[in-house]
């Protein structure tokens, strides 16, 4: 047993405690409260805050950086959208394992201790299953043409049916966008039985193909030679994309970006009121890769209001600065100072740890639960008073703990 006491420990789920403790024991929490003479303190960090391990719901580990020049404002998405394409393309032969662990290394340096990773051809997976986190893998699956999405898809099945069962990892389906994949592909992916995660609502651009065939997308897709004649959209909605399945009992859809989702849309996005544990959707707002393209403000408190549960991402270092996600929290602390830093901590735990269904063992710091922790400074010895003074402070995680275990740490 070991317990660690801190100047605040804030559950996520229930109220920040003042002077809080924590007590392990081997890779589970079993107390969370205030000082208690049963459960001495072996570690008292001081001045510090203890969070839930942070969950990742949207990233794509095998992508590196694509500059960005700020100098000429917000870029087009759909431009930068052929920019990762020629990134891929020119990637040295065999860099992308070596990529894939470094991100999941920096991941967990900034406090994380659940991904979910949308990879092509599923190749993320030795990397994440032996990392310590909480891992979704996701195939991506992607084709206008019935050609080319049966080739993906057939991949990715094939890929399914191969994937052992383990505690830590479980696989996944991402049908990419509906600008790139066609809807038999989301029907198929459905059906699969597995947890699900699209790009919806990215851009203007989406909505305008959708209703008109035409438009940049149109011209993108074309002069990548993906473009087919026959292809009609589910619907005018992206949001119609998470609806194609003909049963009731609905899969989980984690929903990445939803930047330009419309308040008539956000019923359809909190259907998990009418099934409570048949079907789960998630918005995966990722704050630096909005910004970084210049979208209207994002939605997520008027989803929030209508009952979306509204999780957080990184996306990848091809459209955001790094793969922290306490950096993104941190980043939408800044720009909406004004939203509470409850809600904000459960949109980078709980609120993810619910789509991936691993609500029950990680998300929140309570007894019973995975001891899943970050240890964050706070920032500035006046801020001691506010529990999320963490939000306001610049350092990274003093450590991260999974499973018990200290798997990174400033102090070594
Ligand atoms: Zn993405």
Redesign the pocket.
């Given at each position: 047993m070991l317990t660690i006491a801190a100047r605040w420990v804030c559950p996520g789920t229930s109220p920040p405690i003042a002077n809080g403790c924590v007590s392990i024991h081997a890779d589970k929490i079993v107390r969370v409260g205030g000082d208690d003479p049963a459960f001495p303190v072996d570690l008292d960090l001081g001045k510090v805050a203890i969070v839930p391990g942070f969950v990742n719901a949207?990233t794509?580990l095998e992508l590196g950086p694509i500059p960005r020049d700020e100098s000429t404002g917000p870029e087009n998405e759909v431009e930068w959208l052929g920019r990762v394409i020629e990134a891929r393309r020119d990637a040295p032969e065999g860099s992308t394992p070596g990529l894939i662990q470094q991100h999941i290394r920096s991941a967990i340096e900034g406090g994380t201790t659940t991904i979910a990773d949308?990879s092509t051809g599923g190749q993320s997976w030795d990397a994440v299953a032996a990392s310590p986190v909480w891992g979704t893998v996701f195939a991506e699956v992607l084709g206008l043409s019935e050609s080319r999405g049966r080739q993906t898809f057939d991949a990715a099945t094939q890929w399914l049916a191969t994937r052992p069962r383990l505690e830590q990892t479980r696989p996944g389906l991402s049908p990419h966008a509906p600008y790139s994949t066609a809807g038999w592909l989301y029907r198929a992916a459905s059906e699969a039985g597995v947890p699900l995660a699209t790009?919806l609502g990215e851009m203007p651009e989406e909505r305008e193909f959708l209703t008109t065939r035409s438009g940049p997308l149109r011209r993108f897709v074309e002069g990548l030679g993906a473009w087919d004649e026959n292809w009609t959209p589910v619907g005018p909605s992206p949001v119609d994309y998470l609806h194609v399945s003909p049963s009731d009992r609905g899969p989980d859809w984690i929903v990445?970006h939803g930047n330009i989702f419309e308040p008539g849309e956000f019923a359809r996005l909190a259907s998990f009121h009418d099934q409570p544990f048949d079907r789960r959707i998630a918005v995966a707002y990722c704050p630096r890769t909005h910004a970084r393209f210049g979208h209207p403000p994002h939605p997520f408190r008027g989803m929030i209001k209508d009952g979306v549960v509204v999780c957080l991402g990184t996306?990848?270092l091809a459209s955001s600065p790094s793969l922290s996600l306490l950096d993104e929290v941190r980043f939408l602390h800044r720009h909406h100072p004004d939203v509470g830093g409850d809600t904000l901590l459960k949109m980078a735990t709980i609120h993810g740890a619910w789509a991936l269904r691993i609500d029950d063992k990680t998300g929140s710091l309570e007894s019973g639960k995975s001891a899943d922790l970050a240890i964050l400074p706070l920032a500035d010895p006046a801020l001691e008073a506010d529990p999320h003074g963490w939000l306001d402070a610049e350092a990274p995680p003093m450590a991260t703990m999974f499973r018990g275990k200290i798997v990174a740490s400033q102090w070594t």
């Amino acid at each position: 047993m070991l317990t660690i006491a801190a100047r605040w420990v804030c559950p996520g789920t229930s109220p920040p405690i003042a002077n809080g403790c924590v007590s392990i024991h081997a890779d589970k929490i079993v107390r969370v409260g205030g000082d208690d003479p049963a459960f001495p303190v072996d570690l008292d960090l001081g001045k510090v805050a203890i969070v839930p391990g942070f969950v990742n719901a949207h990233t794509h580990l095998e992508l590196g950086p694509i500059p960005r020049d700020e100098s000429t404002g917000p870029e087009n998405e759909v431009e930068w959208l052929g920019r990762v394409i020629e990134a891929r393309r020119d990637a040295p032969e065999g860099s992308t394992p070596g990529l894939i662990q470094q991100h999941i290394r920096s991941a967990i340096e900034g406090g994380t201790t659940t991904i979910a990773d949308i990879s092509t051809g599923g190749q993320s997976w030795d990397a994440v299953a032996a990392s310590p986190v909480w891992g979704t893998v996701f195939a991506e699956v992607l084709g206008l043409s019935e050609s080319r999405g049966r080739q993906t898809f057939d991949a990715a099945t094939q890929w399914l049916a191969t994937r052992p069962r383990l505690e830590q990892t479980r696989p996944g389906l991402s049908p990419h966008a509906p600008y790139s994949t066609a809807g038999w592909l989301y029907r198929a992916a459905s059906e699969a039985g597995v947890p699900l995660a699209t790009h919806l609502g990215e851009m203007p651009e989406e909505r305008e193909f959708l209703t008109t065939r035409s438009g940049p997308l149109r011209r993108f897709v074309e002069g990548l030679g993906a473009w087919d004649e026959n292809w009609t959209p589910v619907g005018p909605s992206p949001v119609d994309y998470l609806h194609v399945s003909p049963s009731d009992r609905g899969p989980d859809w984690i929903v990445a970006h939803g930047n330009i989702f419309e308040p008539g849309e956000f019923a359809r996005l909190a259907s998990f009121h009418d099934q409570p544990f048949d079907r789960r959707i998630a918005v995966a707002y990722c704050p630096r890769t909005h910004a970084r393209f210049g979208h209207p403000p994002h939605p997520f408190r008027g989803m929030i209001k209508d009952g979306v549960v509204v999780c957080l991402g990184t996306d990848s270092l091809a459209s955001s600065p790094s793969l922290s996600l306490l950096d993104e929290v941190r980043f939408l602390h800044r720009h909406h100072p004004d939203v509470g830093g409850d809600t904000l901590l459960k949109m980078a735990t709980i609120h993810g740890a619910w789509a991936l269904r691993i609500d029950d063992k990680t998300g929140s710091l309570e007894s019973g639960k995975s001891a899943d922790l970050a240890i964050l400074p706070l920032a500035d010895p006046a801020l001691e008073a506010d529990p999320h003074g963490w939000l306001d402070a610049e350092a990274p995680p003093m450590a991260t703990m999974f499973r018990g275990k200290i798997v990174a740490s400033q102090w070594t």
